[in-house]
């Protein structure tokens, strides 16, 4: 059955502190890995990941997807009050059951 | 660019009756997704519409159905609602053109549907 798992579950940081997400899988022919940053609503998008190795990044945050160890990880450095919320990692494969399957996010609270 | 666009914002059922959401994708994407959240189960797929035909299909009942119009607006209906139909609707746009292609989705709002 495919599946994301996202760890850890949840984190409680202080302001300046760096943060490490990951995001593994097991899905059938794999297409793309997408994280997205839930606050109150719609999930907003942050980084595609298709290819092994190479790194996004976009400020404070960046991704690298591992193709071979089938995983992925989210820094976000420095972090800030306005991180606090849930990050969701999403996968796209080819089973026809789904576009994207989500994992069950991890929820980043930042401390002032 | 206006982005994705979902209509209602909150609904509230009661048990039995059904309702219809609709979805207005970001100009010139095709791909609509509709995906259901709960706390306990997280964001759970439903079903996927490109150019007006259904291509993915997640594994929910037959009383979730949806379509997709020439102007890639789409529409999920749920009827005989139950209680545990209560969650955040989401659906989500892709500029996708052919189906290997991978490009980003991006969300709407979302519709708080509560059944009581």
């Known amino acids: 059955e495919d599946k994301v798992v996202q760890s850890p579950l949840s984190l409680v940081v202080h302001e300046g502190d760096t943060v490490t997400l990951n995001c593994s899988y097991e899905?059938?022919?794999?297409?793309?890995l997408l994280w997205y940053k839930q606050e109150k609503k719609a999930p907003t998008f942050l980084f595609m990941l298709?290819?092994?190795?190479i790194e996004k990044k976009s400020g404070r945050l960046s991704s690298i997807l591992d193709k071979k160890e089938l995983f992925s990880i989210l820094n976000i450095t420095a972090t800030q009050t306005g991180d606090s919320a849930v990050y969701l990692c999403a996968v796209g494969g080819t089973s026809g059951t789904y576009k994207y399957i989500f994992g069950t996010g991890t929820r980043l609270k930042v401390l002032a | 660019k206006a982005g994705v666009t979902q209509t209602p914002r909150y609904l509230i059922k009661t048990r039995g009756q059904q309702v219809t959401l609709s979805c207005s994708p970001i100009?010139?994407?095709?791909?609509v997704s509709w995906y259901q959240q709960t706390p306990g189960q997280g964001l759970q797929f439903l079903f996927e519409y490109f150019s007006e035909t259904q291509r993915n299909k997640g594994n929910f009942p037959g009383r979730f159905s949806g379509r997709q119009f020439s102007n890639s607006r789409s529409e999920m209906n749920v009827s005989t609602l139950e209680l545990g139909d209560s969650a955040l609707y989401l659906c989500?746009?892709?500029?996708?053109?052919?189906?290997?292609?991978?490009?980003?989705?991006?969300f709407g709002q979302g519709t708080r549907l509560t059944v009581v």
């Open positions: 298709t290819s092994s190795g």
């Open positions: 989500a746009s892709s500029a996708q053109q052919r189906d290997s292609m991978n490009t980003e989705a991006f």
């Open positions: 899905v059938t022919n794999f297409r793309s």
């Open positions: 100009s010139g994407h095709r791909s």
